[in-house]
């Protein structure tokens, strides 16, 4: 039975393993024949360390073999793991049986044993993983994932899915990949569909059943955009919790980040130091003054005036009501806060139309979180729950209220507070490891102009 690499260079007491035959699988990183043996480094991506593997000439057709051990070529070794004499890794496994699966070209392989640039990478999606930075962001991305799961499980949340096909646009901003056949003048649903925006709408309905519940799935928008922010494909977590205000709503927003920061540093460190040294300076201390500092909280009307007194310029010209920057997200993040900070009580005109109405027919009951790299992470709010607002919310967004009977009902239908927030995956690797372009954090990027893979 194969050993994951990550479990055999975990053995604490290697001297214990000296007797017992170990089978490793994976792909050549290199190879250095000294022609009576050779230092074999293989890597099956299960760690960002490669295993040393010791091959010496007594192996059956040793001199055939070497021809065909290339970098990228796949293998099986058979071997005995002992402690290394070299100062480079404490253990190397001594092969007793190599079994070549698929042998790789080294004149046509794309992966040279030299640095690529994050842009040709993108060229070869199917390749990159095998890179140290691509492995490392996917194991990172693996455990958020799991820590997501983990937390909401934790707090008594439910799993459910929501759909994928929609006719609602939550955001009312239109920007949605319309559905269609080989024959677009029929509707395949009977009426105009949509790849989700979210699916929060729908999520609030299982809520006012089952209390607390939660969706992770992908999530599409057809905007137009190249920056390095954003994708047309990402993948959502998206909690909504009945009986709940904004207050709730922070809370949970903020120990949710917490708990997966404090589960990447525990359970990510190779990966994070790797990060730290190569990709960003000072990303470990970042994350460690996260996890052990309270958010700060800030309402937006403040925020503008905070901005308004900086003593920096910014691109985009700071007035209340409009819809902040991301230079100036970063900014109070940064250099006003030096940590996350959530804003909350935004304009009613820039937000969502399901969001609940403040006294002061102004504002509405939403919140940001704002973190240090990224700016915007987190988007939440409380939902309208009142349905004579709601109603005239829906006209003031020039929404047709037949397609929303179903949520106008539940507000007639035992209607109770309740709010929910929204964060992307992708945004959240990106502020665990530093990396710079979401398109980097992704398997396979879907971007305008770009669905090669």
Known sequence: MRTKIKQVLLAKEPSRLEEKEVIVTGWIRTVRDQKAFAFIEINDGSTLTNLQVIADATLPQYAELMTQLTT?????????????????????????????????????????????????????????????????VLRVRSAMSFATHLFFQQRGFFYVHTPIITGSDCEGGGEMFRLSTTKPSEEFFGKPAYLTVSGQLELETLALALSDVYTFGPTFRAENSNTSRHLAEFWMIEPEMAFADLKVNMECAESYLRFCVNYALEHCAEDLAFFDQFIEKGLLERLKKVAHTPFAHIPYTEAIAILKKADRSFDFPVEWG????????????????????????????????????NPDGKTVAAMDVLVPKIGELIGGSQREERLDILERKLEAFKLKKEDYWWYLELREYGSVPHAGFGLGLERLVLFITGMENIRDVIPFPRTPGHAEF
């Open 72 to 136: 990228g070529a796949a293998v099986s070794v058979e071997g005995i793991l002992k402690k290394s004499p070299g100062k480079n890794q404490a253990l190397e496994l001594h092969a007793t049986k190599v079994h070549l699966y698929g042998a790789c070209d080294p004149a046509r392989y794309p992966l040279q044993k030299k640095r690529h640039s994050f842009e040709f990478l993108r060229t070869i999606a199917h390749l990159r993983p095998r890179t140290n930075t691509q492995g490392a």
């Open 322 to 357: 409009i819809d902040l920057q991301s230079e100036h997200e970063r900014y109070l993040a940064e250099e006003y806060c030096q940590k996350p900070v959530i804003l909350t009580d935004y304009p009613a005109a820039i937000k969502a139309f399901y969001m609940r109405q």
